[in-house]
């Protein structure tokens, strides 16, 4: 409990120990009578009347504050001290329990997150120094011990070590890394000693970008809380109005009819209507409850940039994923490599992996791997890399061309057809023909799954698009059980398919888009919902993303739905069940069935209630390990 929560908790308990002995104090004068009570009701109520006071100063009337002032105030002038107090009180008990869940909420997503590192060390003229991991440039050479954080990401450059990924991804296995392993920040060494070159600067690391997407994530909201908003708005004048005309219309009307007006009665069945009125429980628990999801699906290493994407995918109909790093590994190998007449296998693979020494793209990656020695870059002159085509190069003063058949096409090449399934890497050295090589990727484990768990969760159609060619794009589609493959596909594009998918579906239906790569960022940007894979995902994709998966598991995909309807059920269950009691009271109020006691519960008792049903959204999180089921 926070300091000013347990403030608000002491003065709960002294007006409540005040009201309890003034109600068994046999006081006859009105005046000491009132002056007793006004104790306890300042006490409990003073910060509440300052705020409706600085609201109507501000221009800011109709709020709960407000609400709770005019009711007790009225309460008071009738002559109604015990109820005065007494709804004041359980206002303030109410407000300190939504306090407590919310500090709880927070609570629990900043131990979740608690990956921000406080230091890094580095070694100066022989001992180690921690430094602030805001002044580390890029290429320095940190040092990180067992048992601390990993403050940049970094290649390791000595050591091996375990690390624990599990605030980043939500898995508890740990990762083992050694020299040339990429580590990023926020992960915790669990054992062995690490020397890491950074690679990033502390603001663009991985784990300033997971607590820059938290915090930011209440920015962004959601239809529900946005509908609320505007609700409310409206709702409190209307219910102002509303206690305004009970307290005036029937007594005036009944002394023009010749009865009597019954002043007092109709004004405390108008400030029970203003007590049952207050919005409270759907201006705390609906925003409660979105926080909560996000915080889950953060503990499950699904990172939602804001409660209007969470609530959009629970809508969703329509995926769109790319192939490679997301179905697959994105980890190639080369199987076969054809050679043209007058051109070595040997001769074949070195001229590629020559022509692509320059690129990161894992197809350029496995032909070095392929070729096995160290390349001299100083071989390789004049690159020129051609988007969804591939690379020309100069290669000890030949020009090599090394990529798919468009680009033999656009060289006017003719290739020999080839068979077998991989990706083709097509080889030509001063405009002749060299041969092919083919590179097969891997299907992720539970890739298959996952997409049976996105057919259960009640997505429509699941389609996969790649740049690879038509039989190799055929051949995973069979394997995973997609709906639909579009292939041999450029960059651009991909836009042009998700954009014919966007007009071909419903109007409430949502459309996500799941990609890994630089070239996925236009599209993720323009899906209704855009999800990259974050931990082997480029900057440019978790930047243009909407939600972000930390693991690569295609599995979240479905359990991010998942906690998304989940969090959407007990937003709608609190938005009915706050109405619907609120509706029924306001009904009785008026007719003076029910009074202040039960405007009471139907204030602060729907808000205690609906806030303990806001707090199980924190518990979708815990459901992870059965998204390969769902």
């Avoid at 997503?109 to 921690?130: F, H, S, T």
């Avoid at 009074?595 to 204030?603: Q, R, S």
Wanted: hydrophobic share 45%.
């Amino acid at each position: 409990m926070t300091r000013k929560q347990k403030k608000v908790f002491i003065r709960i308990l002294i007006a409540a120990v005040l009201v309890l002995g003034l109600l068994f104090a046999p006081i006859q004068n009105p005046w000491l009578r009132f002056a007793l009570f006004m104790v306890p009701y300042l006490v409990i109520g003073y910060d509440i009347l300052r705020k409706a006071f600085l609201g109507v100063i501000h221009g800011e009337v109709f709020d709960e504050n407000f609400l709770m002032a005019v009711a007790t105030v009225g309460a008071i002038i009738l002559g109604e001290y015990t109820e005065g107090v007494a709804v004041m009180l359980f206002y303030q008990i109410g407000e300190l329990f939504q306090s407590y869940a919310v500090g709880k909420s927070r609570g629990n997503i900043a131990k979740l997150m608690d990956i921000r590192p406080d230091y890094a060390n580095i070694e100066v003229e022989g001992r180690i120094e921690q430094v602030d991991p805001d002044e580390v440039e890029i290429g320095t050479l940190i040092t990180v011990m067992p048992g601390e954080k990993v403050p940049i990401d970094g290649i390791v450059e000595e050591g091996e070590a375990s690390l624990n990924t599990s605030a980043l991804t939500g898995e508890s296995l740990p990762r083992q890394v050694g020299a040339g392993d990429l580590v990023i920040s926020g992960s915790v060494n669990m054992s062995g000693l690490l020397k890491l070159r950074t690679t990033k600067e502390f603001g663009e690391s991985t784990v300033s970008k997971i607590l820059e997407l938290v915090e930011n994530s209440s920015m962004k909201k959601s239809r529900s809380e946005n509908f609320i908003t505007r609700f409310a708005r409206y709702y409190t004048p209307a219910v102002c109005c509303g206690a305004l005309a009970i307290a005036l219309l029937p007594p005036i009307g009944s002394l023009i009819m010749g009865y009597e007006a019954q002043w007092s009665m109709w004004v405390t069945r108008a400030l029970t209507t203003l007590v049952i009125s207050c919005p409270c429980a759907l201006v705390i628990s609906i925003p409660l409850s979105f926080f909560g999801g996000i915080g889950g699906a953060s503990a499950r290493g699904i990172l939602v940039k804001g409660s209007n994407y969470l609530e959009a995918l629970s809508e969703t109909k329509y995926v769109v994923c790319d192939k490679t790093g997301t179905l697959t590994k994105g980890v190639f190998e080369v199987t076969e490599a054809k050679a043209a007449a007058g051109f070595s296998e040997e001769e074949l693979v070195a001229y590629a992996a020559c022509a692509e020494s320059f690129s990161s793209h894992p197809i350029s990656r496995s032909l070095r791997d392929a070729y096995g020695k160290e390349i001299d870059r100083g071989r390789v002159k004049d690159v020129e890399e051609i988007s969804g085509h591939g690379v020309c190069a100069c290669v000890d003063g030949q020009r090599v061309a090394a990529g798919n058949r468009r680009l033999m096409e656009r060289l006017q090449i003719t290739p020999e057809e080839v068979s077998g399934t991989g990706t083709q890497v097509y080889v030509a050295v001063d405009g002749v023909y060299a041969g092919c090589i083919l590179i097969s990727d891997v299907v992720k484990p539970g890739a298959g799954e996952a997409v049976a768990a996105l057919r259960k969760s009640g997505v429509r159609s699941i389609v996969m698009l790649t740049g690879d060619a038509k039989s190799v794009a055929e051949a995973v589609a069979a394997e995973l059980g997609v709906d639909e493959v579009r292939s041999e596909l450029l960059p651009a594009d991909k836009v042009g398919e998700v954009e014919k998918i966007l007009a071909a579906k419903g109007k409430k239906e949502k459309l996500a888009f799941v990609g890994d790569g630089i070239n996925d960022a236009p599209v993720l940007s323009r899906a209704d919902i855009g999800i990259a894979m974050g931990a082997l995902g480029s900057d440019a994709a978790i930047e243009a993303a909407d939600i972000v998966l930390m693991d690569d598991d295609p599995a979240k995909i479905a359990l991010a739905m998942q906690i998304s309807r989940k969090t959407l059920r007990i937003v709608h269950e609190n938005i009915v069940f706050a109405l619907a009691v609120k509706l029924i009271c306001l009904a009785l109020g008026a007719v003076g069935i029910v009074g202040m006691w039960w405007a009471i519960f139907a204030d602060v008792g729907v808000m205690i209630l609906a806030v303990l049903n806001a707090t199980r959204a924190l518990a979708v999180g815990r459901m992870g390990r059965s998204a390969r089921s769902v």
